[in-house]
Each structure stands twice: as structure tokens, then as C-alpha cells.
């Protein structure tokens, strides 16, 4: 949270019109009474970002996000757990598709978003196909 409020804080000076995205995750915490240290951390900036002087800030909440066109996880263990999940992910993306997103649709999201703004300033999984499809 120190990092990217520090960071948010000098970004108006230089362009106070900008929009502001950031990535926080599935079960941020902004009443920060959660019980995991990592949500009610991401919820402070959650919490903080919006009280700044940009144009807009926007959150973006991804879930469960499959990798494409060769981008991977880092660690082998996730790279294992993808490749293993990779077959089941149509049917994940059927079943639960406010939690399931691939990596183009939250990039193209966030690009329309920095772009042409959004309506809600937390967008969840869903919005990001909304976001990524919304016309110039």
C-alpha cells in the first residue's frame, strides 16, 4: 500500500487529469476488518486512491485469470496448476464467470478504462468484458 500511494501521490502534480488504475484482487477488504493482512492492505489503497486529485481512479478486481499468448506464471507449482486447469477453463468461464477472466480481456479493459473512463470506480471480473468492449 506505502508504494502505491507514494507513487499516486507525485502522478497529479504532472498531470492532474489522469486516471489512475489499479490492480488490487478478488476479496480486497475496504472496511479493513478482514482477518488476511494482504486484503485489508489492498483495501487501504482501494481507500485512499479515490480521495486523491486525478481525473479518476479505478480498481480493478481480477480473480482467476488465465494466462495468454505465452504469458505464464512464474513459479513452477502455477505453471503446473494452469496447465493442469487450462482444459477446464471454458467450462470455469461458464460456471463462474464473475470470478474467471483471461489476461486480454483485463488488459483491453484496462486500456478502454485508462482511455474513456467507466461507470463503477471497482470493477470486478465481469466488468471487464463490459469495460473491454465499451466504444471509444
Known sequence: MDLTVSIAKTLPRHNPG???????????DSTRTS?????????EAENALPRMPFGAAYMFRPSFVRPLHGSLPR?????ALYAIGAPLFPVWKALAPKHVSTTEELARAMLQVAKNGFWRQILENSDFRKAAVQES
Not at 486516471?19 to 478478488?26: A, D, E, P, Q, V
Not at 482477518?35 to 483495501?43: E, F, L, N, P, T
Not at 513459479?75 to 505453471?79: C, I, L, N, Q, V
Open 75 to 79: 513459479t513452477a507449482w502455477m505453471r
Open 35 to 43: 482477518s488476511q493482512m494482504w486484503a485489508r492492505v489492498k483495501g
Open 18 to 28: 489522469m486516471r489512475f488504475l489499479f490492480i488490487s484482487g478478488t476479496g480486497t
